[in-house]
């Protein structure tokens, strides 16, 4: 016997998943896991007996229902599946699937559509921020082809434009969760923050790297590895995480000079193996810290740091995440108001999911 669940598959960015509605789901959170574990096909490298696309990226699931807050259409709690271990983290959020939420909110009539483009409020569950996502719909349905293009991701479609306000401090209380621009850990310095996603900024030539290298090549470099996991497990402590051992936060980014016209290079650890391209939150937290003085990325980046808006273009392994941040400076101190960006994202399967009874069984 196995059980049958309603879902969709749809690509998010540059990232993959399945999008649930929750009431489809167990209540249960550990059992809610179980299912995941089993539609993903995990713990196992290949995922071979589930949907799960064998790495990070493509081991993802959003699951989604109308909010219980007056400030948002729906809800969107994240969920990131592990691929090799019997490990579901709600630790984070996703900014990639973040952008199949709009769409997969007006396909299952959570959200009506507008003629033209519809504006979906998000509340993301991992972090309580809300989001706004602007989806191209027409004659109610949405529209995936389109003429935009992001890097990370063959071909064009319609495009998903993305609105953040208020997200510093989502998982760690404040932008700076350590209160300082840099700090000395190991030895080594690192910028340490929220901007959306907790993450530590590191530079590449510290640790003998160029910051160019291919994500096979530093995840082929075990002692690289090894110290940047040391760090980040120190790292988590002193931006308010906890242990982090179990966590997929915080993201680990070397970062390098750029060299294809773009303000910064990229290379991030997520937090084990490396991402091909740069997570969406996760930019907007490295473009943040661009314009923070004093911080690692801006020595490296050398980025304007006047108050208003900055257009940032992040480079990384498949090309450049561009960032809108928008800034202010109060008695010195910058803060971040908002940022934007664009995303796509396409529904590619819909039906349902099967999993087999013993894992649960609602009748
Ligand atoms: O940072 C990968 C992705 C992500 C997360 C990761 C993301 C974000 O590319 O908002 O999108 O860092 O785990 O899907």
Not at 158 to 173: D, H, R, T
Not at 211 to 237: F, N, Q, T, V
Request: with cysteine.
């Amino acid at each position: 016997m196995q059980t049958e669940i309603p879902c969709m598959l749809m690509r998010g960015g540059t990232s993959k998943g399945l999008y649930f509605l929750a009431s489809d789901l167990p209540e249960d959170i550990n059992k809610i896991h179980d299912v995941l574990l089993a539609a993903m096909g995990s713990p196992d490298e290949r995922q071979i007996d589930g949907v799960g696309g064998a790495h990070p990226l493509t081991s993802k699931v959003a699951i989604v229902s109308k909010s219980t807050s007056s400030d948002a259409d729906v809800d969107y709690l994240f969920m990131q599946v592990s691929v090799d271990k019997a490990e579901v983290s709600a630790s984070q959020n996703c900014g990639n699937l973040l952008a199949g939420v709009g769409a997969f909110a007006i396909e299952t009539g959570l959200v009506d559509a507008s003629e033209g483009s519809t504006d979906v409020r998000i509340r993301m569950l991992n972090t309580g921020s809300v989001t706004t996502s602007t989806v191209v719909t027409q004659s109610g349905k949405v529209v995936y082809e389109g003429n935009a293009r992001i890097d990370g991701v063959p071909g064009t479609a319609a495009p998903v434009n993305l609105y953040f306000q208020n997200i510093a401090g989502s998982s760690c209380g404040s932008l700076l969760p350590t209160g300082n621009p840099v700090d000395l850990i190991d030895g080594f310095r690192a910028s340490c923050i929220d901007n959306g996603m907790p993450v530590v900024i590191l530079d590449a030539n510290e640790f003998g790297k160029t910051g160019y290298e291919s994500p096979d090549e530093l995840e082929s470099d075990l002692p690289l590895k090894d110290l940047i996991e040391a760090i980040r497990l120190k790292a988590g402590a002193l931006m308010n995480l906890g242990d982090v051992s179990k966590k997929t936060v915080p993201k680990m980014c070397l970062v390098a000079s750029a060299r294809n016209g773009g303000l910064i290079s990229t290379r991030n650890f997520i937090p084990h193996r490396v991402h091909e391209a740069i997570g969406v939150l996760g930019a907007v937290s490295v473009a943040s810290a661009c314009i923070i003085a004093g911080s690692v990325a801006n020595s490296v980046s050398n980025a304007d740091l006047s108050p208003g808006k900055h257009t940032i273009d992040v480079e990384h392994p498949t090309g450049f995440f561009t960032v809108e941040i928008t800034s202010e400076s109060i008695a010195g101190e910058t803060r971040i108001i908002s940022s934007a960006l664009l995303r796509t994202a396409r529904k590619i399967m819909q039906g349902s999911v099967f999993i087999p009874s013993k894992v649960w069984n609602p009748n």
